[in-house]
Structures are given as structure tokens and as C-alpha cells.
């Protein structure tokens, strides 16, 4: 039996709430301070960030530039759409620093669609975070398809209402981010390309890394903590539940059904895809095939039928060192 | 499927094609009961025909829509609402009401069930999510509230049964005071004080079927799933 959670407990320093395989019991912080009539309600508490990244399970999300495009997604069955003025392919193609879209911009796509909007802000850009946030936008992309603003420090994300999530290449960089405040974590890959082989580097780095923690003595996991440059409290957490803290989704170079459920087979939570719907073929048809490939990741026979006759994917990039735009994956400290 | 009364395992499948379905899975599987339960995860029409019950969990209501029209387990479904339990939590209780209020461009499908009428994120967008402790009646110690996790909430904008419906009992209503202050989507121009106002009401039961526009899988507490196997499971298989 669970114990039941008492009101009036402070938050917990670990953020716990994401869903998870191993049926570990799962907790939203209660963060219940006394008000009149010796209660009152919370709002933005780490429960309720972490909490919708939970909703957003075994869902796609996917970056759309306009009203027009939202709407095609969710219609194709998006869990969340992320607004931006460029889909990273033409970030790389046009070159230049890329911003936070126009507030106007994302109002419209706010208003075009009932599912979740989330929009990108440049890393450590914390006043573009507070105007997305003044805007009433459901969650923030702290993201390196953008051009960092600050490079050394990321946003102080416990600091906003709104919910944050981050890019990671590692456990450590995940630990990093959801130290400061990421309520949900997505790997990097390498956005704009069309090619899965950095994201599939990142979550299998992940999970490695999970796996030798999760085995580890107390002692032991010191020692990886000052190695993987994570706080110790939730290297243990993680090595406890065996999985990170939080909500954990495949992001940069999904373009096929095949991509998503390789993402979700190798054990992420849901997957976002940016250029590899509106640069191909047929996008309203793709995105729907995307999204019964992540529900139906498991089943080699709806993943076949899914993958029928969708049209020309994006043109894939190979990943070198002379790659159009660089590594974004290499930004974030 | 023999009338005991004393069945020693019960089924209950969770509709796992988007959202928090493995949440409810732990909370199911932490349950102490006399019955043994089993879970299935319903993905397909096959999966639905072992259940004795379901749970809708939270996500996206229009993702669930979808990928259960595509995976033809809308027709199911509907069936399936008609005879034995459902729970619907959030996205779930949308798909579970007669009728919903701010639906996407074009309307959206749900699989009715329930004599309420809601209205999608009711109270507003993210930042307006919250938590609060809610009173409940007929929970296993009542005395202590439960704890109420509103991620993007739905709000009841009524009950409309008619005289041949299963009579609907308010299951847990929250204080006014304890909504959040802004509610400029549902209400632009005033505060809900009545106490009385369908805006309060956050779980109901009727018949067989429950729905709870908060997240109690979110929560340790198991006190719902258990009132849920107990109140509307249970007479079902009598």
C-alpha cells in the first residue's frame, strides 16, 4: 500500500512525476500552505509542470510556424504544437541569429488550436521566457535551435508559472537542467537535419548511463555524480527509479513513423518532430502517421501499414563536421 | 461470463493511446483488495472485449479522439460506455460527457455516457494550472481531504439529465476560495461565488460511470481507484 500524501508537506527537493516503467510510485509535490479556512491552492507548483509533460506521453509534438500548419497538426492528432518563425532546416539554410518568434505570431496559433502551445526561447534568454510567459504560452523550449543568449548560464527555471523543457545529450546534462527547474526533457539530436543518429546517441547515452547509476553503491554514485557534473540528490533519485526524474521525449532528426517508434522503443516517452512534417511530402498525412506510430510502437504490423505511401520525407543531412549550421547539439553547458 | 458475486479477479483495461495511462497502472497495481485485478492496456477493439471496466486517463482529448477512430475503437467504445464502468480523468472525463464546450475548430468526437456538459481547459491555459485539497464524499477516510492535481482542467458547465438517465451524485465539489483567481476564459467578467455554481463541481458519479476533471494518478493517495473499483465496478459484476 502507498502512503498517503499528507497536506502541508513542503515540496519535495526532487522532482518527481514522470511516468514510468517500473511502477515506482508516482508523486506530485504537494505544496499546500496554510491559507484562510486552513487551506488554499498552488498554482504553478513543480506538480502541475511535471504533471502535464505527463498528459503529453505517447503523444508528438510538432513545430509549426503559422495558424494554418497548427491547425493541420491538430487535426493529424499533435499532442502540442511548438511555434517558431523557422522550422530548424531553414534556422540552418538562412543562417543568421535566430530569436524567439513574434509574440503576435504565437497568439495566433493560440488561438487557432485547443491542445498545448509551447514556444522557444534562447538559452539563458530569461526575458524572452518572461514575455512567452506574460503571453499565456503552456510551456517553454529553453532550446539550442535558437542562438544562445547567455553562454554560461541557463534560465533559473524554477522561478516561472510556466513549465520549462530542455535538450540533453547526457545524464548529466538532463540532471543539469531539471536542477534548474526543466519540468521535462528531450534529447537534442541534431534539429534541422532529418537524420536520427544523434538523437538515437543521446537517449542510448541516457539510458546507459541510468543503468550503471541505478547499480551503483551510495559511495559509487559520489564519485559518478562529480563525474557526470550532476547534483548527488537526484543522481540517486534517478538511480532509485531507474529512469529519469521527469518526462523524457526524442527531439532533432525524427522525419518517418519508423524514427518515432525507434525513439520510443529505445525507451523515450514521446517524441517531438520539427522540419520532418511541414518539408515533406504530404505533411498532414505524415503527422498523422507519425502519431498512431508512437501509440502503436510495439506493433511491426500497424507500423508497416502507417509507413505506406506517405510521400517524399525531408531531405535528410549527413552529420560531419562541415554540416550547414553547425552542431546545434553542442550548445548548453 | 458466470453472475458471482464474489468474482476473484476483475480486469480493468486503461485506453493507453496518448497521455498518463501508466500512472494509472501503478496506482491500480498498489491497490489491496479481495480481488485480484488485472490490467490490460487497451490499444485495440481485442484488448477492449477482455475488460469488466476501463479507465480513460488524461492527455489530449483530440489525440485520444483520433487514434481511437484509427485504430476503430470509437464504435467499441461507445458500446462499451453503454453497459459496463468507465472512469474518465480530464481529457478522459471530456470524452465521457454528453457535451463539451470549447472544442477544436470543427467540433470533437467523445464517446457521451455521462449527463454533463463541460467546458476544455476551463480554467484557462498553463499558468492557470493548480493544486488543492478537495473534501470528497463516500472516500475511504473521508475526514481527510484528497488532493487535487488540475493540469488544464475541464470545468462542468452543467448537469442536464433526463428522467430516464441513472440519477448523477456530486462526488466532490472545491471551494471557491481555493480556484484560481483568474478564470478570464470561463468567466470574464465575474468571480464564482455561489458554492452552488456547476463551475465547482469536480467529480461526479452517475450510474456505473465516474468522472473527475483533476488527476488523483498524479497523486500517492489511492483512495479514488479504490472508490471506483468499490462503488462502480464491483455492483457492476453483481
Given at each position: 500500500m502507498s502512503t498517503p500524501v499528507s497536506s502541508g508537506r513542503s515540496a519535495s527537493p526532487v522532482p518527481q512525476g514522470a511516468g514510468n516503467h517500473t511502477g515506482t510510485p508516482l508523486l506530485a509535490p504537494t505544496r499546500s500552505s496554510t491559507g484562510k479556512d486552513g487551506a488554499s491552492s498552488n498554482l504553478g507548483t513543480f506538480g502541475v509542470k511535471s504533471g502535464l509533460a505527463q498528459m503529453l506521453k505517447g503523444g508528438v509534438i510538432m513545430d509549426v510556424v503559422n495558424a494554418e500548419q497548427a491547425r493541420i497538426a491538430e487535426e493529424a492528432g499533435a499532442c502540442a504544437v511548438m511555434a517558431l518563425e523557422r522550422v530548424p532546416a531553414d534556422i540552418r539554410a538562412t543562417g543568421g541569429v535566430a530569436r524567439m518568434s513574434d509574440p503576435k505570431m504565437i497568439k495566433e496559433i493560440v488561438d487557432a488550436v485547443t491542445i498545448p502551445v509551447m514556444a522557444k526561447v534562447r538559452i539563458g534568454h530569461f526575458v524572452e521566457a518572461q514575455i512567452i510567459q506574460a503571453i499565456g504560452i503552456d510551456y517553454i523550449d529553453e532550446s539550442e535551435v535558437l542562438t544562445p543568449a547567455d553562454e554560461e548560464h541557463h534560465i533559473n527555471k524554477h522561478a516561472f508559472k510556466v513549465p520549462f523543457v530542455c535538450g540533453a545529450r547526457n545524464l548529466g546534462e538532463a540532471l543539469r537542467r531539471i536542477s534548474e527547474g526543466a519540468a521535462f526533457i528531450r534529447t537534442k539530436g541534431e534539429a534541422g537535419t532529418g537524420n536520427v543518429v544523434e538523437a538515437v546517441r543521446h537517449q542510448r547515452a541516457v539510458q546507459s548511463e541510468i543503468r550503471k547509476a541505478s547499480v551503483m553503491s551510495e559511495e559509487e554514485l559520489y564519485a559518478y555524480?562529480?563525474?557526470?557534473?550532476?547534483?548527488?540528490?537526484?543522481?540517486?533519485?534517478?538511480?532509485?527509479?531507474?529512469?529519469?526524474?521527469?518526462?523524457?521525449?526524442?527531439?532533432?532528426?525524427?522525419?518517418?513513423?519508423?524514427?518515432?517508434?525507434?525513439?520510443?522503443?529505445?525507451?523515450?516517452?514521446?517524441?517531438?518532430?520539427?522540419?520532418?512534417?511541414?518539408?515533406?511530402?504530404?505533411?498532414?498525412?505524415?503527422?498523422?502517421?507519425?502519431?498512431?506510430?508512437?501509440?502503436?510502437?510495439?506493433?511491426?504490423?500497424?507500423?508497416?501499414?502507417?509507413?505506406?505511401?506517405?510521400?517524399?520525407?525531408?531531405?535528410?543531412?549527413?552529420?560531419?563536421?562541415?554540416?550547414?549550421?553547425?552542431?546545434?547539439?553542442?550548445?548548453?553547458? | 461470463m458466470q453472475p458471482s458475486t464474489h468474482r476473484e479477479e476483475i480486469t480493468i483495461g486503461i485506453l493507453a493511446l496518448q497521455g498518463a495511462f501508466v500512472e494509472h497502472q501503478a496506482m491500480l497495481q498498489k491497490l489491496s483488495l479481495k480481488q485480484r485485478i488485472h490490467i490490460v492496456q487497451v490499444r485495440t477493439p481485442e484488448d477492449l472485449t477482455k475488460c469488466d471496466s476501463l479507465i480513460i486517463p488524461g492527455g489530449e482529448s483530440t489525440t485520444i479522439a483520433l487514434l481511437a477512430r484509427l485504430a476503430g475503437l470509437l464504435g467499441p467504445l461507445r458500446d462499451f460506455v453503454k453497459v459496463k464502468p468507465v472512469w474518465g480523468t480530464c481529457a478522459g472525463a471530456i470524452l465521457l460527457a454528453q457535451a463539451a464546450e470549447g472544442t477544436k475548430k470543427g467540433g470533437?468526437?467523445?464517446?457521451?455516457?455521462?449527463?454533463?456538459?463541460?467546458?476544455?481547459?476551463?480554467?484557462?491555459?498553463?499558468?492557470?494550472?493548480?493544486?488543492?485539497?478537495?473534501?470528497?464524499?463516500?472516500?475511504?477516510?473521508?475526514?481527510?481531504?484528497?488532493?487535487?492535481?488540475?493540469?488544464?482542467?475541464?470545468?462542468?458547465?452543467?448537469?442536464?439529465?433526463?428522467?430516464?438517465?441513472?440519477?448523477?451524485?456530486?462526488?466532490?465539489?472545491?471551494?471557491?476560495?481555493?480556484?484560481?483567481?483568474?478564470?478570464?476564459?470561463?468567466?470574464?467578467?465575474?468571480?464564482?461565488?455561489?458554492?452552488?455554481?456547476?463551475?465547482?463541481?469536480?467529480?461526479?458519479?452517475q450510474g456505473r460511470h465516474l468522472l473527475t476533471t483533476f488527476h488523483p494518478e498524479l497523486t500517492k493517495d489511492d483512495r479514488f481507484h479504490e472508490y471506483f473499483i468499490q462503488r462502480c465496478v464491483l455492483p457492476s459484476l453483481s
Amino acid at each position: 500500500m502507498s502512503t498517503p500524501v499528507s497536506s502541508g508537506r513542503s515540496a519535495s527537493p526532487v522532482p518527481q512525476g514522470a511516468g514510468n516503467h517500473t511502477g515506482t510510485p508516482l508523486l506530485a509535490p504537494t505544496r499546500s500552505s496554510t491559507g484562510k479556512d486552513g487551506a488554499s491552492s498552488n498554482l504553478g507548483t513543480f506538480g502541475v509542470k511535471s504533471g502535464l509533460a505527463q498528459m503529453l506521453k505517447g503523444g508528438v509534438i510538432m513545430d509549426v510556424v503559422n495558424a494554418e500548419q497548427a491547425r493541420i497538426a491538430e487535426e493529424a492528432g499533435a499532442c502540442a504544437v511548438m511555434a517558431l518563425e523557422r522550422v530548424p532546416a531553414d534556422i540552418r539554410a538562412t543562417g543568421g541569429v535566430a530569436r524567439m518568434s513574434d509574440p503576435k505570431m504565437i497568439k495566433e496559433i493560440v488561438d487557432a488550436v485547443t491542445i498545448p502551445v509551447m514556444a522557444k526561447v534562447r538559452i539563458g534568454h530569461f526575458v524572452e521566457a518572461q514575455i512567452i510567459q506574460a503571453i499565456g504560452i503552456d510551456y517553454i523550449d529553453e532550446s539550442e535551435v535558437l542562438t544562445p543568449a547567455d553562454e554560461e548560464h541557463h534560465i533559473n527555471k524554477h522561478a516561472f508559472k510556466v513549465p520549462f523543457v530542455c535538450g540533453a545529450r547526457n545524464l548529466g546534462e538532463a540532471l543539469r537542467r531539471i536542477s534548474e527547474g526543466a519540468a521535462f526533457i528531450r534529447t537534442k539530436g541534431e534539429a534541422g537535419t532529418g537524420n536520427v543518429v544523434e538523437a538515437v546517441r543521446h537517449q542510448r547515452a541516457v539510458q546507459s548511463e541510468i543503468r550503471k547509476a541505478s547499480v551503483m553503491s551510495e559511495e559509487e554514485l559520489y564519485a559518478y555524480a562529480k563525474d557526470l557534473q550532476a547534483p548527488f540528490h537526484l543522481l540517486k533519485e534517478t538511480a532509485r527509479i531507474k529512469r529519469l526524474p521527469v518526462v523524457n521525449f526524442a527531439a532533432g532528426g525524427v522525419a518517418t513513423p519508423a524514427d518515432a517508434a525507434l525513439m520510443m522503443q529505445l525507451g523515450c516517452d514521446g517524441v517531438f518532430v520539427g522540419s520532418g512534417i511541414f518539408h515533406s511530402g504530404d505533411p498532414a498525412k505524415r503527422a498523422r502517421a507519425i502519431v498512431q506510430a508512437v501509440t502503436h510502437y510495439n506493433n511491426p504490423k500497424i507500423l508497416a501499414e502507417v509507413s505506406e505511401d506517405l510521400g517524399e520525407a525531408m531531405v535528410g543531412l549527413t552529420i560531419t563536421d562541415d554540416l550547414k549550421g553547425g552542431r546545434l547539439a553542442s550548445r548548453g553547458w | 461470463m458466470q453472475p458471482s458475486t464474489h468474482r476473484e479477479e476483475i480486469t480493468i483495461g486503461i485506453l493507453a493511446l496518448q497521455g498518463a495511462f501508466v500512472e494509472h497502472q501503478a496506482m491500480l497495481q498498489k491497490l489491496s483488495l479481495k480481488q485480484r485485478i488485472h490490467i490490460v492496456q487497451v490499444r485495440t477493439p481485442e484488448d477492449l472485449t477482455k475488460c469488466d471496466s476501463l479507465i480513460i486517463p488524461g492527455g489530449e482529448s483530440t489525440t485520444i479522439a483520433l487514434l481511437a477512430r484509427l485504430a476503430g475503437l470509437l464504435g467499441p467504445l461507445r458500446d462499451f460506455v453503454k453497459v459496463k464502468p468507465v472512469w474518465g480523468t480530464c481529457a478522459g472525463a471530456i470524452l465521457l460527457a454528453q457535451a463539451a464546450e470549447g472544442t477544436k475548430k470543427g467540433g470533437q468526437e467523445l464517446l457521451g455516457g455521462m449527463s454533463v456538459t463541460v467546458m476544455r481547459n476551463g480554467f484557462g491555459s498553463q499558468v492557470e494550472s493548480f493544486e488543492a485539497p478537495l473534501e470528497v464524499e463516500g472516500l475511504r477516510d473521508s475526514d481527510r481531504p484528497f488532493h487535487g492535481v488540475f493540469i488544464r482542467a475541464p470545468v462542468v458547465l452543467s448537469l442536464d439529465p433526463s428522467p430516464s438517465d441513472p440519477a448523477i451524485e456530486i462526488v466532490s465539489r472545491i471551494s471557491t476560495a481555493l480556484l484560481p483567481y483568474n478564470q478570464t476564459t470561463l468567466l470574464p467578467d465575474e468571480d464564482v461565488r455561489d458554492p452552488r455554481d456547476p463551475s465547482t463541481i469536480v467529480a461526479v458519479r452517475q450510474g456505473r460511470h465516474l468522472l473527475t476533471t483533476f488527476h488523483p494518478e498524479l497523486t500517492k493517495d489511492d483512495r479514488f481507484h479504490e472508490y471506483f473499483i468499490q462503488r462502480c465496478v464491483l455492483p457492476s459484476l453483481s
